[in-house]
């Protein structure tokens, strides 16, 4: 089984503390970024229902990327749950991959021309799609000299996620090092899930685990049949 390389966790003391602590341990601040990560759903919130999710991405106030994730259920496979991630660049370069997103979204398109975050957020707006979910987050990245990272996320709407990479040690160690027991917990919710529970009271992804024990299938959309069956099969 592959070691695990990176971890998220919350933390219990001032952020102020951790950043002094992890300075005193070697890292140094190689950059702050701001981001803007905004998700589409339908309006009455499919996606998010059925453990998906699509998201345009602006780096520093400018277009970055486009994403589609989810989340698939694999009953005989030893990690039962995988993860389908689909990414491309802003402005669109490779236009298949988005033409795949659109079809399992079921959204028309006609456009000729296709560049920016914009004008993806108007051809979803059209099909039905709405943009309610918003998370702008000032984003910190400490690096050591060991390929260690600690990525520091200020969200709005959501409060301070930590992600801790780690290439040579065992993450969960780490944070041991530099952190008491009392002073932080791991943390498995993504941070859409997270922003979606404190401002819309949205729960459900805690019933996804119930949901795939009972029936694997119960998210596959009737054009995913062939995808999810290629999943099984590999």
Known sequence: MAREREIKIELHIPLETFIGRIKESGFEK????????????????????????????????????FAFKKMFCLPKKHDRLYIEEIEGGLPVADRDKLDYIFKRLGVDDKS???????????????????????????????????????????????GTIVE????????????????????????????SYIWLE?????????????????????NVW???KEIYEHFLSE
Not at 31 to 45: A, C, G, M, N, P
């Open 112 to 158: 000729l021309e296709l560049s920016n975050g914009e004008s993806l957020a108007k051809i979803l707006s059209e099909n039905g799609f709405q943009g309610e979910q918003i998370l702008a987050k000032t984003r910190q990245i400490f690096k050591n000299g060991q390929e260690d990272e600690i990525v520091v996320d200020d969200v709005e709407n959501v």
């Open 30 to 65: 190689e950059k702050e970024i701001s981001q803007r990560d905004h998700y589409f759903d339908t309006l009455d919130w499919r996606l998010y229902k059925t453990a998906a999710a699509f998201r345009i991405r602006q780096v520093n106030g400018k277009d970055h990327s």
């Open 198 to 218: 404190k401002v819309k009271g949205f729960t459900d992804y805690l019933e996804y685990q119930t949901r795939f024990d009972k029936n694997p299938e119960w």
């Open 222 to 224: 009737e054009n995913e």
């Open 164 to 191: 801790l990479e780690c290439q040579n040690d065992e993450p969960l160690d780490f944070a041991g090092t530099i952190l008491k027991d009392d002073e932080w917990s791991r943390s498995v919710l993504g941070t």
